[in-house]
């Protein structure tokens, strides 16, 4: 009698332990966009959110947020947008595509995209007591085809040019190429930001021995793989013995 009643207290553990783990009608899934979306810098950004299996999001709690789930970005509550609880800097700057809300798909447009838009976006449902969310990683881009060659008046060591390009995100990748496309190693590189975080680029080169032809100032961004190029054409042979006879040309060219 003892074992039956033990089997029986067992049982039921087991059965309540069963209802804690298994689905209810009412669960669901949260899909974000896969891999990261690549977002122009002053342009727009789209990040959508699907509810699985399809249902009306209508009645639930949704929810953007970047780091913290207290700061959302955007949020939707009982039929409403609740623009008071949202963080300042994106109240103007966001709005809710609600169109396919029927079915469970929400997209938020962020407008005028800053580089402090790269990161993370979280995207979150709440229905009742259960709630679900995924993440999407935003990755902002900026190219610039505003590269700017300088050369100094030549001295003993040889000829100085200088590359200068700003409005880049992330760093980009910068080199000197020759006519024939080989890379020509720098003097030195360096980098800073500006107010909007962008990149500025800078970029020496001394050329000692005798040159002819085409001197190019490359940047690529790496997220993208736009490239952009200016270059410079040293019509006279230039060699240090004949410093006198430097002429040059300025060109731009688009990769
Ligand atoms: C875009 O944002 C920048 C600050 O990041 C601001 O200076 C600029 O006025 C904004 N542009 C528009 C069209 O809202």
């Not at 003993?156 to 006519?179: A, N």
């Not at 020509?184 to 080169?205: E, I, Y």
């Not at 002819?212 to 006279?236: D, F, H, K, M």
Request: charged share 25%; hydrophobic share 35%.
């Amino acid at each position: 009698m003892e074992t039956t009643r033990v089997l029986f207290c067992r049982l039921f553990l087991v059965l309540y332990l069963l209802q804690m783990v298994t689905p209810s009608s009412e669960q669901f899934m949260v899909k974000g966009i896969k891999g990261p979306i690549l977002a122009p810098f002053g342009g727009e950004v789209e990040l959508s959110c699907q509810l699985s299996p399809p249902q009306s999001a209508q009645h639930m709690e949704i929810r953007w947020f970047r780091n913290r789930y207290t700061q959302p970005i955007y949020l939707y509550k009982a039929g409403k947008d609740l623009y008071g609880e949202t963080t300042s800097r994106y109240v103007e700057r966001t709005e809710l595509l609600k169109d396919a809300i029927g079915e469970g798909k929400v997209t938020l447009k962020i407008f005028n995209v800053s580089v402090d838009d790269d990161g993370q976006y979280h995207c979150f449902f709440r229905d009742g007591d259960f709630s679900e969310e995924d993440v999407t990683e935003v990755k902002v881009t900026a190219t610039s085809s505003d590269i700017q060659i300088f050369v100094h008046p030549p001295n003993t060591k040889g000829l100085i040019m200088e590359c200068h390009s700003g409005g880049w995100f992330p760093q980009p990748q910068m080199d000197w190429r020759d006519s024939r496309g080989d890379i020509l190693l720098p003097t030195s590189k360096s980098h800073s930001q500006d107010g909007d975080k962008l990149f500025n680029m800078k970029m020496t080169l001394l050329l000692r021995d005798a040159h002819s032809g085409n001197v190019a100032c490359y940047l690529r961004n790496p997220l993208t793989g736009q490239e952009e190029r200016t270059s410079i054409v040293l019509a006279v042979l230039y060699s240090i013995a004949n410093r006198d006879k430097v002429s040059m040309q300025s060109g731009r060219a688009k990769s």
